[in-house]
């Protein structure tokens, strides 16, 4: 049946009737959608810095994944300590993006924005070892990113500006994977420990930054504990890593 049918032979009054309720069922819809979008869960992740948001995520694919879900690590620190977190990570992206500088969010540092966060979360560096040099010979790449006693290099002079603002910062060591995993990362666990060590060095000079190692609770092992790539963390991964993060907060507050 056609529409102009329907329309021609409605009766008037029959029509006036559907013209009050479609407008009324109209209103209540707009109303419902102003609710929910005035309504912020303040225990979720978001990519937007919100203004309610008093933690900042930065950092490389471990943070980003299983954002979809709610449940990247991000989202387990929010939903731990009952907060908003502004997730800025980026799948992919550098510590010192020398592979892509015109993609700016693939530098980790530029996912950074000024504000007076409580709390900054970060993770980043084993894309610069591995695209780089292959978790080879990476000592130009290393000290690029921080030097061997921990006091120069892109990651201290990012880390003093954050700290010189007032916030703490939570960095997240890297956990080993398992000899399956994938795009390469296979064989990075011994070099990606030697540059945490330098991170550790540059934790114990800065009091306001602290290093959270994500193998106390990431087992290569475990093959739950990863997604099918064997690099990246499954969501039961990620909610043991967001605990422990959120515990090393708690524990400073």
Same mark, same amino acid.
């Given at each position: 049946?056609?529409?102009?049918?329907?329309?021609?032979?409605? /009766?008037?009054?029959?029509? %006036?009737?559907?013209?009050? +309720?479609?407008?009324?069922?109209?209103?209540?819809?707009?109303?419902?959608?102003?609710?929910?979008?005035?309504?912020? %869960?303040?225990?979720?992740?978001?990519?937007?810095?919100?203004?309610?948001?008093?933690?900042?995520?930065?950092?490389?694919?471990?943070?980003?994944?299983?954002?979809?879900?709610?449940?990247?690590?991000?989202?387990?620190?929010?939903?731990?300590?009952?907060?908003?977190?502004? /997730?800025?990570?980026?799948?992919?992206?550098?510590?010192? %993006?020398?592979?892509?500088? /015109?993609?700016?969010?693939?530098?980790?540092? /530029?996912?950074?924005?000024?504000?007076? +966060?409580? +709390?900054?979360?970060?993770?980043?560096?084993?894309?610069?070892?591995?695209d780089e040099c292959g978790c080879g010979e990476c000592t130009q790449t290393l000290n690029d990113i921080i030097s061997s006693d921990g006091l120069t290099g892109a990651l201290p002079t990012f880390v003093d500006r954050v700290t010189e603002r007032g916030t703490r910062v939570i960095f997240m060591g890297y956990y080993d994977l398992p000899p399956t995993a994938e795009f390469g990362f296979n064989r990075c666990n011994e070099l990606v420990s030697t540059y945490e060590e330098r991170i550790q060095r540059l934790a114990t000079r800065n009091d306001r930054m602290w290093f959270v190692d994500a193998s106390q609770v990431i087992d290569p092992n475990n093959l739950a504990l990863f997604q099918s790539d064997r690099v990246h963390p499954s969501i039961e991964g990620a909610k043991a890593i967001g605990d422990l993060i959120a515990e090393e907060i708690i524990k400073l507050q």
């Amino acid at each position: 049946m056609s529409p102009s049918f329907f329309t021609n032979k409605m /009766n008037p009054k029959h029509s %006036n009737n559907l013209n009050w +309720w479609s407008k009324i069922f109209a209103l209540s819809g707009l109303l419902l959608i102003a609710e929910s979008c005035g309504t912020e %869960n303040p225990t979720v992740s978001t990519p937007t810095n919100p203004a309610s948001a008093t933690m900042l995520a930065i950092g490389d694919s471990v943070f980003d994944f299983n954002r979809e879900e709610n449940a990247s690590i991000p989202d387990v620190v929010a939903q731990r300590l009952g907060t908003t977190v502004a /997730n800025e990570s980026v799948g992919g992206a550098y510590l010192t %993006n020398t592979l892509e500088p /015109n993609n700016a969010k693939l530098d980790i540092r /530029n996912q950074y924005s000024d504000r007076d +966060w409580d +709390w900054l979360i970060m993770n980043g560096g084993a894309n610069d070892v591995n695209d780089e040099c292959g978790c080879g010979e990476c000592t130009q790449t290393l000290n690029d990113i921080i030097s061997s006693d921990g006091l120069t290099g892109a990651l201290p002079t990012f880390v003093d500006r954050v700290t010189e603002r007032g916030t703490r910062v939570i960095f997240m060591g890297y956990y080993d994977l398992p000899p399956t995993a994938e795009f390469g990362f296979n064989r990075c666990n011994e070099l990606v420990s030697t540059y945490e060590e330098r991170i550790q060095r540059l934790a114990t000079r800065n009091d306001r930054m602290w290093f959270v190692d994500a193998s106390q609770v990431i087992d290569p092992n475990n093959l739950a504990l990863f997604q099918s790539d064997r690099v990246h963390p499954s969501i039961e991964g990620a909610k043991a890593i967001g605990d422990l993060i959120a515990e090393e907060i708690i524990k400073l507050q």
